[in-house]
């Protein structure tokens, strides 16, 4: 007799405890040692034995021998359990559902094996769901679906799920859910090599943990996109959580949880009338660079996390983001309209069409306030979903600008006639100077700015913010106001009301500039007005008198005063050392000049012409009073200085820089025909000149002081590096964002021609260094008046001819002189 029982191996130890039950229905198979079918000792085959109730089978009436018992069937969801870990008669006796050869001998009729016993342990499950979160809060919320067609793969703890091949593989179905059943129990993980398309990213807040709880997220990911692995999972029989909705040999709750990614985005555009509102009519601005950056992110040092540029209906989009928070950065506002709309809304409030941006200064970077970035939480009136900031938008302007003219109304028609807007410089011109004009905001009431017209009664309110505004003049003595509104022509007529002194209320939209806004003046009895004047000019003999090649000296501040010492107006003198004080009324007046650092006065009312000589007063530095009859102009008012210090002068070259190394070659040429203004060092402008056909410019006579160059190139040109090599001679002083040199001192008697700037051309299109061009070549003298250059000998060349080169604007570029050829 051979056999025992089967039983179910509760705790899985391979023995046969106090409550394992027993495992009915268990198929065996009986064989001799060499695995032939047994037969009995009548020689018939023995039958398959069917484990009963209590989970008992024997196979009878078996001769001697040695046998080996198989397990042929089991009922569905058992295992084998581990062998031969106890006592024979209590342990199972194989791990594979089969028995070792058991003996029986005839010395021994009736002899038998009760020990063959088989354990059984439950087969145990994994699974369940894959699902979107929509809240990205890791758990499985109301109405929050499942994924299907998901795959999922099983893997031993320790595989490498990049190289070993899974245990299980499962598509998610139409609910979401996998399982991987008839598992042993043991140490899994689950692994998702693709996260679904539409959902690349998994939620945030992740259970680690091999605890059981259900419907919380349990993936972890490296980044969006990448697989998602869960946790080692410890599958034991009876050890598994029966909340699950399966009983305690499955474990169905390893949940992977996936968000779709977020989008950042919206506008720049033209706000017109800076009112931080998209309205009707604003266009967007194409072109501008977007930065997105992590909030707490440096701008200025940190790399941004993703670049856009605003398409041709001025949108920008960053997509693909993680939730987080993060800040919009502009790092250059559009050249056109450099200036971020005022009213700005600071708060990441998903309001659409208004603007986000904060700018420091005009022309500088603009950034939006901090944007959290939450799955399921962005506005949805934006035009996209719940998942997609389209709110965050940038408005920008132009400043504008408003003036324009207080004139001397001649037949006091209230209308600017053209003898009395005439020519600046001439008696013709009838501005009315130094009148004072404030600009009101026409919302609050409140001081804008204030001004005075200057020399040719102009005046003007520069880099104002769009919106209403309202300008007062302030009444000059002696003066009569015209008639307001006259005419057909806004641009031509007198503005001010009479009464409130205050032009209408005046609407400035982006970029505008608004010059009709004038005053006419007359005097009592249409007097006309006069006029007073002149030079202030280099006295370089020192002998009081205006020599032909002495020249005027720009920048001296004059003051023009009543006889009475009330001060009438103050003028600067121009790039030619002219003054002059227009729209005057008749009367006794003087002039009084502030000298530049370094300068004395010349010797007064030297000689017997008072047009070229100096009037002024050494020690008091003013004119004697004058009497300025109507109409009168008294061009005779003039100044000579002489320096107190022998004369220092400044200069040298503008050169084209062909290999643009910032170093002037011997075969590099000048550049002619480019702008040089000398300041002092308090800004005051001394002189300009323009580069000579070689490049060359110097400005002499200095009074020994401290002193800065700029240069105003043409367009086209860019500046080369400053201070390469180590010949400062050779090398460009300019600085390429401003365009000038640093300071430099003069000395007493110095000659300093150091001070040169290196220009390069780049073509737009490739980049590349351009050469630059020449003009030129020969004025001849035409004999026959063919138009035709014939033998020289017939036609002989023109020396010493005077030849100007224009830039299309009409400014002269340069000039030439033909030589002997």
Do not use: C
């Not at 707490?296 to 605003?310: I, Q, R, Y």
């Amino acid at each position: 007799v051979v056999g025992d029982r089967t039983f179910i191996d509760a705790n899985g130890d391979g023995v046969q405890d106090g409550g394992d039950q027993p495992l009915p229905g268990v198929v065996l198979h009986l064989t001799n040692a060499d695995g032939t079918p047994a037969t009995d000792i009548l020689g018939s085959p023995v039958s398959d034995q069917t484990t009963d109730a209590n989970g008992n089978y024997l196979f009878r009436n078996l001769p001697p021998g040695e046998y080996t018992v198989e397990v042929i069937s089991v009922p569905t969801s058992y295992l084998p359990t581990i062998a031969n870990v106890g006592e024979p008669a209590t342990d199972s006796s194989t791990n594979m559902a089969t028995s070792s050869p058991t003996t029986g001998t005839a010395a021994q009729p009736g002899g038998e094996d009760r020990t063959l016993d088989f354990g059984f342990v439950p087969v145990v499950n994994l699974g369940n769901l894959v699902w979107l979160d929509s809240n990205n809060n890791g758990q499985v919320d109301n109405g929050e679906p499942g994924i299907p067609g998901v795959t999922v793969q099983l893997f031993r703890e320790g595989d490498d799920p990049t190289a070993a091949t899974p245990v299980m593989t499962d598509v998610t179905d139409s609910n979401g859910n996998y399982l991987f059943a008839n598992l042993e129990p043991g140490r899994y993980f689950v692994y998702i090599p693709t996260p679904p398309a539409d959902y690349p990213m998994s939620s945030t807040p992740t259970d680690t943990a091999d605890n059981g709880e259900d419907n919380d997220d349990n993936g972890s990911q490296i980044a969006p996109g990448a697989p998602v692995t869960s946790p080692v999972i410890e599958l034991t029989v009876i050890g598994e959580p029966v909340n699950d909705g399966d009983a305690e040999n499955g474990d169905l709750t390893v949940d992977f949880a996936f968000i779709p990614l977020l989008d950042l985005g919206n506008l720049v555009w033209h706000d017109v009338n800076n009112n931080g509102q998209v309205d009707e009519g604003e266009e967007g601005v194409s072109g501008v660079t977007v930065q997105l950056f992590h909030a707490g992110d440096d701008p200025a040092t940190a790399t941004p996390l993703a670049t856009d540029v605003t398409d041709e209906n001025g949108n920008y989009l960053f997509e693909n983001l993680e939730p987080g928070a993060y800040i919009v950065y502009i790092p250059t506002p559009p050249q056109q309209y450099p200036v971020s709309t005022v009213p700005t809304d600071g708060n990441d409030n998903g309001e659409d069409n208004d603007d986000n941006g904060a700018q420091d200064q005009r022309g500088q970077p603009v950034r939006s306030p901090v944007i959290d970035l939450q799955v399921g939480m962005e506005p949805a009136s934006d035009g996209d979903d719940v998942n997609g900031n389209l709110t965050v938008d940038f408005g920008f302007f132009a400043l504008a600008s408003l003036g324009d003219l207080v004139w001397f109304d001649l037949d006091t028609d209230g209308v600017q006639d053209a003898q009395e807007t005439g020519v600046p410089g001439t008696l013709d011109e009838r501005g009315v100077p130094n009148v004072t004009v404030i600009l009101y905001d026409a919302i609050s009431n409140s001081i804008v700015a204030t001004t005075t017209t200057d020399t040719h009664g102009r005046y003007l309110f520069a880099d104002l913010l769009p919106g209403s505004y309202v300008v007062e003049f302030e009444m000059p003595v002696d003066y009569l106001l015209s008639i307001p509104d006259q005419g057909a022509n806004d641009a031509f007529d007198s503005d001010v009301n009479p009464i409130t002194m205050r032009t209408p209320v005046t609407v400035l939209e982006s970029g505008e500039h608004n010059p009709t806004l004038d005053m006419g003046l007359y005097l009592p009895d249409a007097t006309e007005p006069a006029a007073i004047g002149d030079f202030v000019w280099y006295d370089a003999d020192s002998d009081g008198l205006q020599d032909e090649s002495e020249l005027g000296v720009p920048g001296v501040t004059v003051t023009l005063y009543r006889s009475d010492g009330a001060m009438i107006a103050t003028a600067v003198t121009d790039v030619d050392g002219f003054y002059q004080f227009n729209s005057l009324p008749p009367g006794d007046y003087y002039v009084q000049f502030t000298l530049p650092a370094g300068y004395g006065v010349s010797p007064q009312n030297a000689g017997d012409n008072d047009d070229i000589d100096s009037d002024v007063q050494p020690v008091t530095r003013r004119t004697v009073v004058t009497t300025l009859e109507p109409g009168e102009y008294d061009p005779s008012w003039d100044l000579g200085l002489t320096l107190t210090t022998p004369p220092a002068s400044i200069g040298d070259t503008v050169w084209y820089d062909a290999d643009a190394d910032g170093i002037q070659d011997p075969e590099e040429s000048g550049v002619p025909g480019i702008s040089v203004t000398l300041y002092r060092a308090d800004g005051t402008i001394v002189a300009t000149t323009r580069t000579d056909a070689d490049g060359h410019y110097e400005f002499i006579n200095l009074p020994p002081g401290d002193y800065f160059l700029e240069f105003t190139p043409r367009p086209g040109y860019l500046s080369t590096l400053p201070d390469r090599g180590g010949d400062d001679s050779a090398d460009s002083d300019v600085d390429p964002a401003t365009r000038r040199t640093a300071m430099t001192t003069l000395e007493p008697g110095e000659n300093d021609m150091t001070w040169d700037y290196g220009l390069l051309i780049l073509d737009n299109r490739t980049g590349e260094l351009r050469v630059p061009a020449t003009i030129g070549n020969r004025v001849w003298e035409d004999a026959n008046q063919d138009g035709i250059q014939g033998e020289p000998v017939s036609e002989p060349s023109v020396p010493g001819v005077t030849v100007k080169l224009y830039d299309g604007d009409g400014q002269i570029i340069a000039i030439d002189v033909t030589d002997e050829n």
